[in-house]
């Protein structure tokens, strides 16, 4: 593997096993409140000796990069999708050792890859909003760090179209 550059970041997994290079910035910083990241995250959390996957007010955290900057440089054997619906396009995918939620990817359409922002750990950049808060549980108190948005942010589907076409661009 050739050293990682300036810029670009390793996760691995719990047991250092998994390893994932995220080469250059990140799109953007969510944590999202939506129902199917919570319940996608619930079922992680329920796998023996998985760390927890959402946030103290409940909400999952990610870190958007471009799919063509994500690559697994060792275990990728060991990386298994996980579906909350049996055909859906999404997959929450756990580095199956250590049962590590590690990022989200898709099976069509979406050009970029959520990682688990609690893999990036004291690289984690910070956050930038909270989306669909509408779905928010209603004991859970909502911070005021950063911007919070009731469904999917204008300003996040702007810096998404943005990254596709630097992508088509070869950027």
């Given amino acids: 593997m050739s050293e990682p550059k300036q810029d670009d970041t390793i996760i691995r997994c719990s047991?250092?096993?998994?390893?994932?290079?995220?080469?250059?910035?990140?799109?953007?910083?969510?944590?999202c409140y939506c129902q199917d990241c919570d319940a996608g995250?619930?079922?992680?959390?329920?796998?023996?000796n998985a760390a927890p996957v959402r946030d103290a007010d409940s909400a999952t955290s990610y870190?958007?990069?471009?799919?063509?900057?994500?690559?697994?440089?060792?275990?990728?054997?060991?990386?298994?999708?996980?579906?909350?619906?049996?055909?859906?396009?999404t997959n929450r995918?756990?580095?199956?050792?250590?049962?590590?939620?590690?990022?989200?990817n898709f099976d069509r359409g979406p050009h970029w890859v959520s990682v688990y922002r609690a893999r990036l750990e004291r690289d984690a950049p910070a956050l930038q909003m909270r989306i669909n808060t509408k779905f928010r549980r209603a004991n859970n108190h909502l911070p005021n760090d950063v911007p919070s948005h009731p469904t999917f942010p204008l300003s996040l589907a702007a810096k998404l179209i943005a990254s596709r076409i630097a992508m088509l661009l070869r950027q």
């Fill in 15 to 31: 047991c250092g096993n998994v390893e994932v290079k995220l080469i250059g910035p990140p799109i953007a910083c969510a944590a």
């Fill in 41 to 48: 995250a619930r079922q992680i959390e329920v796998l023996p």
């Fill in 63 to 89: 870190v958007l990069y471009r799919k063509d900057r994500v690559k697994c440089s060792n275990g990728a054997q060991v990386l298994q999708g996980r579906k909350i619906k049996e055909k859906s396009v």
């Fill in 93 to 104: 995918v756990v580095a199956t050792c250590c049962n590590t939620a590690m990022f989200v």
